[in-house]
């Protein structure tokens, strides 16, 4: 019998399994396709990575241990996986997002610059302020090679022993007694002591006992070509608007003349993950081409490619990490809203850290289910 299973090889998976297999356990890798691959939330070339958290400041230590882990794991593979660049966030006052910096930075003493609409200008002339809108920059910012920093993981961990199993779906497990749990898949029964749940968009089925009602959305992904002054060596930032009516846009620096753009949630609900439409929506294209237009210069001309990926939503936006409530044996970590990539080291290590019963090296306790009244 292994040690453990992970079951999804995705951003958190692939953390996991590599944390497990530097432990020295027996431990195998599952997935459906063959990571890192196009059917989740963890590709599109790169991912925003942001020390002040909006979202919540208790992410915060979370994302401190994130940025640890993600350094360690380029120099192991000597790659560059994460590229700072700072991050520009934009916003009306009495918004979500900026009283949320504002939160995040006084909580933990992050440095946050701020900009009126003369500064702005003069610091920024590749983006617009809107009327009544305040900025803020973090230099402590960037963005992440996605598929990279999934091959990474992967490649450490079969190094240090661990077997990946693509191509293969996993249809359902079963806690069978005290550290043994037997997981269904399309080559037959595998059975482990512990079992590690990552399955993306496919939790509302493999984490159905959690009963916490997950919503999975279709959300776009748009290239643009782009001017030297988007570009990152013309000093272009990632960047994030928050919009009076509540619409959340973002974006990353040019890279070979191409700016890549989407609109954070908002997307359409997706039924069955297998039938993801990934055909251009020309509404979409619309939506996202009036927001550049009205906020940031040099940027929106042809489009160079389109991509569609899939969040999984918790009622809260926030994610669900944590030990199964049915079975000590299982953990998890799902539902993470279309914001989990950055944090996909962290969750991992802390994930293997559950499973082996150890304690987390950053606090999860905030993400458990429990707060959905379990």
Known sequence: MLDALVVGAGGVGSAALYHLARRGL?????????????????????????????????????????????????QATRQELYVECGALQVGPPQGALL?????????????????????????????????GAEARFEQRAGFLRVEDCIAAHLQLAQAAGAELVTDTVVSGWQRRGPDHVEVETSAGILAARRLIVTPGAWAPGLLAGLKVPLRVTRQALFWFEAEELQARAGGAPVYFYELGDGRFYYGFPAEG???????????SEVADPLALDRE?????????????????RGVGGARLRHAVCMYTNTPDENF???????????????????????????????????????????SVAFLSPTRFGY
Do not use: M
Request: aromatic content about 10%.
């Open 320 to 362: 669900l990490v944590g030990r199964h409530p049915d079975a000590g044996e299982v953990v998890f970590a799902a539902g993470l809203s279309g914001h989990g990539f950055k944090f996909a080291s962290a969750l991992g290590e802390a994930l293997a850290a559950l499973a082996t019963d150890e304690e987390t090296p950053a």
């Open 99 to 131: 009283p949320g910096l504002d939160k995040a930075a006084a909580e933990h003493d992050l440095v946050l610059e701020r900009f009126d609409a003369t500064s702005f200008a003069a610091r920024w002339p590749g983006f617009v302020l809107p009327e």
């Open 257 to 267: 003349g191409a700016a890549k753009a989407a609109r954070h949630y908002g997307g």
């Open 26 to 74: 027996s431990v195998r890798g599952v997935d459906r396709f063959a990571p890192p691959h196009d059917w989740g939330s963890s590709h599109g070339d790169t991912r925003v990575i942001r020390l002040a958290y909006f979202e919540h400041p208790d992410y915060v230590p979370l994302l401190r241990r994130a940025y640890a882990l993600w350094e360690e794991l380029a």
């Open 280 to 296: 251009l929506r020309p509404a979409e294209e619309a939506d996202l081409r009036a927001f550049l237009s009205g906020h940031l």
